[in-house]
């Protein structure tokens, strides 16, 4: 059965921190992984990577993926309490019409 | 652009009843999805359909039924409501002819209490 894995299922830091989000998956096939972050309602799409090795950058968020060991990172440096959210993380398969399986989710919680 | 359009946003029903879940988006997208989501959890497939006139089940799909008349609309249908469906649920589109895949387009949510 195909499945995502995230971890910490939470995490409380404080403001100026860095945090690392772990994502594992084991799928029959893999195409691309997903990172949305949600807040009080729907996610909102963050990174989509596709090849191992290649960092995505946004602001102080990033996120790479590994193939061969089945796992992504997503860092945010200097957090902000405007970064206190649930991260999920999804991964897509070939030939799944574009469904995604989703991981339970990271809920974060940054302190002022 | 409008996006994905979800209503109601709040719902509460009684044990027995039924209801429609609207969800329409303007994008010209081909792809549209149902979720529900529960405390804690992951996001769940519920019927996903990849055109008008075109549906299929998802991973959870027992007490819900679909349509797809159009490509602008997909309106989830819950019949006999039960308290194991109290949730948040979710439509998503994606993936314009011609374009590559970059992610969902969500809705802002339903969120639904059955007591």
């Known amino acids: 059965e195909d499945k995502v894995v995230q971890s910490p299922l939470s995490l409380v830091v404080h403001e100026g921190d860095t945090v690392t989000l772990n994502c594992s998956y084991e799928v029959t096939n893999f195409r691309s992984l997903l990172w949305y972050k949600q807040e009080k309602k729907a996610p909102t799409f963050l990174f989509m990577l596709t090849s191992s090795g290649i960092e995505k950058k946004s602001g102080r968020l990033s996120s ?18 405007g970064d206190s959210a649930i991260y999920l993380c999804a991964v897509i398969t070939p030939d799944s019409n574009y469904q995604l399986i989703w991981g339970a989710g990271t809920k974060l919680i940054i302190k002022p | ?39 804690g959890m992951g996001l769940k497939l519920i019927y996903y359909s990849v055109g008008a006139g075109i549906t299929d089940k998802g991973e959870v799909p027992n007490g819900y039924n679909v349509s797809r008349s159009t490509t602008e609309d997909f309106p989830l249908r819950l019949e006999l409501a039960a308290p194991s469906q109290t949730s948040v649920y979710f439509c ?24």
Request: proline share 2%; with cysteine.
């Open chain 2, 1 to 39: 652009n409008a996006g994905v359009t979800q209503t109601p946003k709040f719902r509460i029903l009684k044990i027995g009843q039924s209801m429609t879940l609207q969800c329409a988006q303007d994008m010209n997208h081909n792809y549209m999805y149902w979720y529900r989501q529960d405390p």
């Open chain 2, 92 to 115: 998503a589109s994606t993936f314009s002819r011609g374009q590559g895949f970059g992610g969902y387009t969500f809705g802002s949510g339903t969120r639904l209490t059955v007591v």
């Open chain 1, 64 to 81: 790479i993926l590994d193939k061969k060991e089945l796992f992504s990172i997503l860092n945010i440096t200097a957090t902000q309490t």
